[in-house]
């Protein structure tokens, strides 16, 4: 598996990479951590006349936490996440995620930014950030904008990014819901979810459901938030029945695709009982 040809850049600060960007004709690629970018260019399905790595440069890589909201800059590797002591205080839910996305050595080189942007369907982060209700800051060489995570996945591989901009950093609220878990039905070869769940709630001390949040990856044509499951729940008492209705209700918010390995229908039923199976793990 040997890629077709390409030019290789490097850009050393953030202003060179745009301006390369901005510079460059054809397709181009950006690469960070490249195990999401070069598996796609070994089998051809990516054919990039131009890559430009980014993944030393010093101002895309680091966590700021702030006084409402914590920004994961792009090229910060999953296990700095993971160690992060505001990231494990406050987002158990993405400690938890990012320790079933593939293997130590993926971890140790791969980058939250570089999954993000490039959006596959079955990849893990996508549920919790859908249900953390991130928001991805992104740039060109002439603006920068923000975009909500609800509207970045266009199609499976194909992210709300514009031609000639770069996904800077991720943002998420402080102020989640206390309770997170993900939980993921993986494929026995690849590891990627078959259907991943983050769910987060409060409850108020009679048990009541404050507010609840669940994103869905994997099952779906497209990452989703379960928000007839969200609906149904809050203010509930929570009980094994409601989370079965609301498991029933959240998996119809999902588009299912048949495809050479499983029917839509089976796709469906499996969402169906990975979302009951989280909210029961919270609830324990």
């Excluded at 050393?12 to 745009?18: F, R, V």
């Excluded at 060489?141 to 509207?151: G, N």
């Excluded at 497209?222 to 609301?246: H, S």
């Amino acid at each position: 598996m040997i890629p077709a040809s390409f030019r290789y850049q490097r850009a050393q600060t953030l202003a060179e990479a745009l301006a390369l960007l901005s510079a460059s004709s054809g397709e181009t690629k950006i690469m960070a951590g490249g195990h999401s970018l070069l598996p796609l260019m070994k089998l051809r399905l990516a054919r990039p006349e131009t890559v430009i790595d980014i993944g030393r440069i010093r101002e895309l890589d680091g966590i700021v936490v702030g006084d409402d909201t914590v920004t994961i800059k792009a090229a910060t590797r999953y296990r700095e996440v993971q160690a992060h002591p505001e990231i494990r205080r406050a987002f158990g839910g993405l400690v938890e995620t990012i320790g079933q996305i593939a293997d130590p050595q993926v971890r140790n080189r791969g980058t939250l930014g570089g999954s993000v942007a490039h959006a596959d369907p079955s990849a893990d982060l996508p549920a919790f950030l859908l249900a953390a209700e991130a928001t991805c800051r992104v740039m060109s060489a002439e603006a920068e904008r923000t975009v909500s995570i609800d509207e970045w996945f266009i199609a499976p591989l194909v992210s709300a990014l514009a031609e000639r901009e770069i996904l800077v950093a991720i943002e998420l609220s402080r102020k989640l819901p206390a309770k997170q878990t993900y939980l993921k039905f993986p494929h026995p070869a690849s590891g990627y979810a078959l259907a991943g769940v983050a769910a987060l709630w409060d409850q108020t001390p009679e048990g009541r459901i404050e507010r609840v949040r669940i994103g869905v990856t994997g099952a779906g044509t497209l990452p989703f938030r379960a928000t007839g499951a969200e609906a149904l729940l809050t203010g509930q008492v929570v009980t094994p029945e409601t989370i079965r209705q609301a498991a029933v209700r959240g998996a119809e918010d999902g588009q299912y695709a048949s495809d050479v390995f499983y029917s839509a229908e089976y796709r469906h039923h499996l969402a169906t009982v990975m979302i009951e199976r989280a909210l029961q793990k919270l609830m324990e």
